[in-house]
Structures are given as structure tokens and as C-alpha cells.
């Protein structure tokens, strides 16, 4: 019987590698975002608090049940402050 031919395969060579462009991240110019979105975040939990505690004649008697809201609007403000957080 006759024998079979072998079949040599291709030496594997890899594709050229791409040199990678470092990415400069300005962590510098973000700073402010952390402690605003937790001043935030505190602002409106102390706000809550104390309208609750104080019986709703603190922080602003005027307003009365609105000062959760606005408590809740302080809230909201520091997540939006977190979307500038890189």
C-alpha cells in the first residue's frame, strides 16, 4: 500500500503587535466630584432628620411637608454630581 504524503503545516507566526497609547487620565481636575456628592448626599439626609425630629418646624416651618422634598431634591442633586466621577 502506498504510503501517504505529509502535509507540513505553516509555522505559526503572530500578528504584529499594536503598540497601546497610554491614556492620560486627569484625575486632578476631578477632585471636587467626591466631597460634593457627599456634601450632598449629607445636606439632604440632615435635612430630612431634622424635619422629622423637629417636628416639622425646622429647617424652614414655611414649607412644611415640602422640606422633604427638598431634602430628597439635595439627594438627587449628589447623584447627579456622581455622574461627573471618572
Known amino acids: 500500500m502506498p504510503k501517504s504524503r505529509v502535509r507540513k503545516k505553516a509555522d505559526y ?3 504584529p503587535e499594536k503598540k497601546a497609547t497610554p491614556v492620560r487620565i486627569d484625575s486632578l481636575g476631578r477632585r471636587w466630584v467626591a ?5 450632598m448626599f449629607l445636606i439632604g439626609l440632615v435635612w ?14 414655611a ?4 422640606n422633604i ?3 430628597f ?3 438627587a442633586l ?6 461627573q466621577w471618572k
Open 13 to 15: 507566526t503572530p500578528p
Open 35 to 39: 466631597p460634593l456628592m457627599l456634601a
Open 48 to 61: 430630612i432628620v431634622v424635619f422629622y425630629v423637629t417636628g416639622a418646624e425646622w429647617p424652614i416651618g
Open 63 to 66: 414649607l412644611h411637608n415640602w
Open 69 to 71: 422634598v427638598v431634602g
Open 73 to 75: 431634591g439635595f439627594i
Open 78 to 83: 449628589g447623584f447627579v454630581v456622581s455622574t
